[in-house]
């Protein structure tokens, strides 16, 4: 019993240490003074709340003694006073309340928006969002973000509150209830006490099933999105069935899990239902002796169900709040993950090797053997080159022998290994894969990203397009402002055009193509190759066509078995 004691004990302490690890920085932040002003202002309501519900406890104490004196005194003065004293009381309490509820989801708002600013921030800074793809402990980031940080900011507060007006609630009713009763009091404390401790007993496991919920409904909505995004892909192939039986299976085990959650619930509902309604009896039962023997008034009733049931509720937060108590511990721990993946550097495994790196004006390689992020397969070994300025290189070799591999190592995507790069710094370089990037924007800014905060007037982009043959794109989908789903409206083939035209734009110093001009025909090609050289830009591109060799000065031919070859484009013609 001491070992499972102390075990939950733990578990509670390290909760505590996640929760405040992920809380404290707003409430030290830039808008601490904001945020810890409209928290006192909270607590000054809260205290106001609480002398208007003990006022309204002594009233109703007097309402009902007055109705139970009638019959002898026949007084209706004192009924009808302390009536319209209530009624001033919910005309001074009921702004306090809606104050008090709109400055709380107030404080939420501001929260949530600092918390998520500051994920997003950590998100996307040193390329997180694409190192945490190959994290498994990390799933669904996105529902982290929004979702989690939403409910845990909102959860938080809700429970922060509950707990310091709990105190407060404490602070002004226990003289109430000692006035009336000691033994009311003791029997109260008991009561909540057993009723923490049974409640926590019974729904420990909720906190594991809640957190597997969390992430089951995250799959099947990833599921369902990633259907969304490659609907014509999934159209062409007539994959319906296929993709039904996978989202029936990712909504069969959300909807099992959630079984098993709404089991445990009723469970401990079992308990806290039976709790809750018997201890609006409990009052009646330890001041009615004291009625009967005649030491106090027929309103004591009243006052004590009322001072009872305000320190029951303080008391038992942790009956009342359990459920969701435990689906907030799971975001929590979920939350926590996530901070530690942004904020922990990746480590390569121990005894692993990275690839160095020299910025300078060139792309040259010295002995870089180039592995897979988890160390598996090498596949390049040994390789040199070097690639002054103003001349181009071409990568050739069948599927998976590592062409690809090697932009995102010259991109800094990929660093397992060992050997020297040399290259230009990553704002000097602009990479185009096979399927170009479509942002969420307008015509204007698939054309200026990734710097849409760039001044260039329409008569440049209009040009721009003109040299990429999309003369008739901004007429056609409705001027350079349009907002549309762009990766679904162009065809890839205008879409690689379209990526073109955002590299003329940028004019970076190298060009990183990887199978940029796959959908195009070889007039366009030729056209799109010929305007890029004319801007000076160096170009590195993937590719299997013949034609491609005329744009570049060298051919890097990788083979089986992680061995290469580097030669002229004019002498690889002649093989």
């Known amino acids: 019993m001491r070992v499972t004691t102390n075990r939950q004990n733990r578990l509670n302490r390290q909760l505590w240490e996640k929760f405040w690890a992920i809380a404290k920085p707003?409430?030290?932040?830039?808008?601490?003074?904001?945020?810890?002003?409209?928290?006192?202002?909270?607590?000054?309501?809260?205290?106001?709340?609480?002398?208007?519900?003990?006022?309204?406890?002594?009233?109703?104490?007097?309402?009902?003694?007055?109705?139970?004196?009638?019959?002898?005194?026949?007084?209706?003065?004192?009924?009808?006073?302390?009536?319209?004293i209530y009624a001033g009381l919910l005309a001074i309490g009921t702004p306090i309340v809606v104050i008090f509820a709109y400055l709380r989801d107030k404080l939420g708002l501001y929260w949530r928006e600092w918390l998520t600013n500051r994920f997003l921030n950590k998100y996307l800074q040193n390329r997180a969002y694409y190192l945490l793809n190959f994290n498994e402990e990390i799933d669904n980031p996105d529902q982290r973000i929004s979702d989690d940080i939403r409910s845990f900011t909102r959860t938080s507060l809700t429970f922060l509150l509950l707990i310091l007006t709990s105190v407060v609630t404490l602070i002004s009713f226990t003289g109430v209830l000692l006035s009336i009763s000691v033994s009311l009091s003791l029997t109260l404390l008991a009561y909540a006490i057993i009723g923490t401790i049974i409640t926590a007993w019974i729904g420990r496991r909720l906190i594991k099933i809640?957190?597997?919920?969390?992430?089951?409904?995250?799959?099947?909505?990833?599921?369902?999105?990633?259907?969304?995004?490659?609907?014509?892909?999934?159209?062409?192939?007539?994959?319906?069935?296929?993709?039904?039986?996978?989202?029936?299976?990712r909504f069969l085990a959300a909807v099992r899990n959630f079984d098993l959650l709404i089991n445990w619930q009723r469970n401990?509902?079992?308990?806290?239902?039976?709790?809750?309604?018997?201890?609006?009896?409990?009052?009646?039962?330890?001041?009615?002796?004291?009625?009967?023997?005649?030491?106090?008034?027929?309103?004591?009733?009243?006052?004590?169900?009322?001072?009872?049931?305000?320190?029951?509720?303080?008391?038992?937060?942790?009956?009342?709040q359990f459920e969701n108590l435990t689906a907030f511990a799971?975001?929590?721990?979920?939350?926590?993950?996530?901070?530690?993946?942004?904020?922990?550097?990746?480590?390569?495994?121990?005894?692993?090797?990275?690839?160095?790196?020299?910025?300078?004006?060139?792309?040259?390689?010295?002995?870089?053997?180039?592995?897979?992020?988890?160390?598996?397969?090498?596949?390049?070994e040994d390789l040199s080159l070097n690639l002054e300025p103003g001349e181009g290189i071409v990568l050739i070799g069948h599927s998976g022998s590592g062409k690809s591999s090697i932009l995102r190592a010259i991109a800094g995507l990929w660093n397992a290994g060992t050997g020297h790069l040399t290259r230009p710094q990553l704002k000097e370089m602009l990479f185009l894969p096979q399927r170009p990037y479509m942002v969420l924007g307008s015509l204007r800014s698939q054309l200026l990203y990734p710097h849409t905060d760039r001044q260039i007037d329409e008569r440049q982009l209009r040009q721009v397009l003109e040299?990429?043959?999309?003369?008739?794109?901004?007429?056609?989908?409705?001027?350079f402002d349009a907002q549309l789903d762009w990766a679904n409206v162009l065809s890839l083939g205008e879409q690689q055009r379209l990526a073109f035209a955002r590299l003329l734009l940028a004019q970076p110093a190298y060009a990183i193509l990887d199978e940029a001009t796959s959908a195009l025909d070889l007039g366009n090609e030729k056209r799109l190759y010929q305007q890029l050289k004319a801007t000076k830009t160096t170009t590195v591109s993937v590719g299997h066509r013949a034609s491609l060799l005329?744009?570049?000065?060298?051919?890097?031919?990788?083979?089986?078995?992680?061995?290469?070859?580097?030669?002229?484009?004019?002498?690889y013609q002649q093989t």
């Not at 999105?225 to 039986?245: K, L, P, T």
């Open 26 to 84: 707003y409430w030290f932040s830039e808008q601490k003074w904001k945020a810890r002003g409209l928290l006192i202002l909270l607590l000054v309501l809260s205290f106001g709340v609480n002398v208007i519900n003990v006022s309204i406890s002594f009233i109703f104490r007097n309402i009902n003694t007055a109705l139970a004196n009638f019959p002898q005194t026949r007084d209706t003065s004192t009924f009808w006073r302390f009536i319209f």
């Open 268 to 320: 401990l509902s079992f308990f806290t239902t039976s709790y809750n309604y018997f201890v609006s009896a409990l009052p009646y039962i330890v001041v009615a002796p004291i009625y009967f023997a005649g030491n106090t008034e027929f309103g004591t009733f009243t006052q004590a169900a009322i001072a009872f049931r305000q320190i029951f509720d303080a008391l038992s937060i942790v009956v009342d």
């Open 550 to 571: 005329q744009y570049h000065k060298y051919v890097l031919k990788l083979e089986e078995d992680s061995r290469w070859q580097l030669m002229l484009a004019e002498e």
């Open 467 to 479: 040299q990429v043959n999309l003369t008739d794109l901004p007429e056609r989908l409705g001027g």
């Open 210 to 249: 809640n957190f597997d919920q969390l992430k089951k409904e995250a799959d099947f909505r990833y599921g369902l999105i990633h259907v969304r995004d490659n609907a014509e892909s999934i159209a062409f192939y007539q994959g319906e069935a296929e993709e039904s039986i996978g989202l029936r299976q």
């Open 330 to 380: 799971a975001g929590v721990d979920r939350l926590s993950s996530l901070t530690d993946a942004l904020e922990t550097p990746s480590q390569p495994q121990p005894g692993a090797t990275t690839i160095d790196v020299t910025e300078a004006a060139k792309l040259a390689m010295q002995r870089v053997t180039l592995l897979t992020p988890n160390y598996q397969r090498t596949l390049v």
